[in-house]
C-alpha cells in the first residue's frame, strides 16, 4: 500500500533572481565552528531538520520563461505535479518556487515571507 504524503508549496515574484539565490534561502547555512544554522525558510516555517532532498526549487528563468507564469506551467515537473497540481487553485502568476516534501515538516507555513500556495497531498 503506498503513503499518503504531503507537499507544501511556497511562490514568489520578483524576490529571486536565480536558483542559486532560492538555494541560499532554502539550505542550511554552516558557522565557523562547523555546526549548521537553520535557513531563512526553515526559521519562517517552523522546520526543525531538513532534508535537503525533500525540498524542490524552481525558477522560471530557468525553465526558459523570461516572465511569471500561473503556477501549472511554473510547477509541472515538479516530483509527483500529476498528483498534487491538479489541487491547486490559484492561477496567480510567478517567477519562483519551493516545494518542500516529506520528511521535512512544516509547522509554520504561513510564518514565510512567500506566498504561501497551500498544502497537498500525493501518494509515493
Do not use: K
Amino acid at each position: 500500500m503506498t503513503e499518503v504524503n504531503v507537499v507544501h508549496v511556497f511562490l514568489s515574484r520578483g524576490r529571486f533572481s536565480s536558483y542559486d539565490d532560492i538555494r541560499d534561502h532554502v539550505d542550511e547555512v554552516w558557522s565557523e565552528n562547523g555546526d549548521a544554522e537553520p535557513s531563512a525558510l526553515m526559521r519562517e516555517v517552523g522546520i526543525a531538520e531538513l532534508e535537503p532532498m525533500g525540498v524542490e526549487v524552481v525558477h522560471a528563468r530557468d525553465d526558459g520563461h523570461p516572465a511569471p507564469v500561473a503556477p501549472e506551467v511554473l510547477l509541472h515537473d515538479a516530483s509527483y505535479a500529476d498528483q498534487w497540481l491538479p489541487q491547486v487553485e490559484s492561477a496567480e502568476p510567478a517567477d519562483a518556487a519551493i516545494c518542500v516534501f516529506a520528511p521535512n515538516v512544516v509547522t509554520d507555513p504561513r510564518g514565510t515571507s512567500l506566498h504561501y500556495l497551500g498544502r497537498f497531498t500525493y501518494r509515493a
